[in-house]
């Protein structure tokens, strides 16, 4: 019996020793990891929003610190490389060695899709201008038989294509109509020309190419670059004018017998001359 209760007694004081032993590992690993990893005793995180990657690595070293540049994005009003977000925020306590990730202003413009403006209204061009990031430009008013509408759209001074990438913000210049001039011209003669030709042509003596009716033979982009005018409407005739900023409606085709009884016509250089000095003597005449 005292055996049974001996045996009992040095049970639990094993089981005791066993528990105080543990609870003390727990305490001891606690403070040695509170000194291990300087718990409490961190510097705050220097601000570093607004510096350049060249510019930070300085204070990075001396703060015994890390980086890591993880993303950039496109702000206007920030100088390009510079840091615009960081993590920990400025003022949180990190110690040494702790590594910093930071977010950058990129370096290179933001590029956004030119959209296709003609044959819109000036204010629908507006809205869609500037919901793809640019802004309008100059507005070039032409004699046109519609008004406000848009019929062309240049960047830096020269047509631009639709879905071309240019930097965000850009200036758009647009061509608008504005209605048309009492001043009239002769209509020149397009066969045979391409159609930037046609265009060129018309500009010059104030008037404007309509609609633009491809032959069946005329499939690819480069049938469209390729194919020349074989029918206008209003022909060019004697006698036959047009108010300034009238349209011509043109036909093209990439099949030369449908013009090959058609005297061939002058080249589209002299026309712009030839056309350009009828219209300075159609408004001399009226002006005095």
Known sequence: MNWKIFIDKTIWKHIGIIIT??????????????????HGQGSPTPDFIGLTEQQLQHLIKSK?????IIDSVHIHNAPKGAVVEQDPKPGQKVKKNRR?????????????????????SLRDAKVIIESFGLRIGELIYI?????????????????????????????IDLIVGQGLSRET???????????DESKRISQSV?????????????????????????????????????????SIDIWLTTDSTLISTIKSPPTWENQSMDSEIEVSSSIDDELF
């Not at 046109?144 to 200036?171: A, D, I, W």
């Open 206 to 246: 104030y008037l404007n190419i309509g609609a633009t009716i491809y032959d069946d033979n005329v499939i690819t982009r480069d049938d469209s670059i390729r194919a020349f005018v074989w029918k206008q409407n209003p022909p060019a005739e004697q006698g036959i004018t047009r108010r300034l900023g009238a």
């Open 64 to 68: 015994n610190l890390r980086y890591t």
């Open 21 to 38: 032993s543990l609870i003390i590992l727990i305490i001891i690993t606690f403070m040695f990891l509170r000194v291990y990893t300087l």
């Open 100 to 120: 910093l990730f930071f977010t950058i202003n990129a370096w290179s413009e933001e590029m956004v899709a030119v959209p296709r403006v003609t044959d819109l």
């Open 143 to 171: 004699p046109s038989e519609y008004t406000n509408l848009v019929l062309g759209q240049h960047y830096e001074g020269k047509p631009v294509e639709p879905s071309t990438s240019v930097p965000k913000r850009s200036k």
């Open 185 to 195: 011209t002769a209509i020149p003669n397009l066969t045979g020309l391409t159609t």
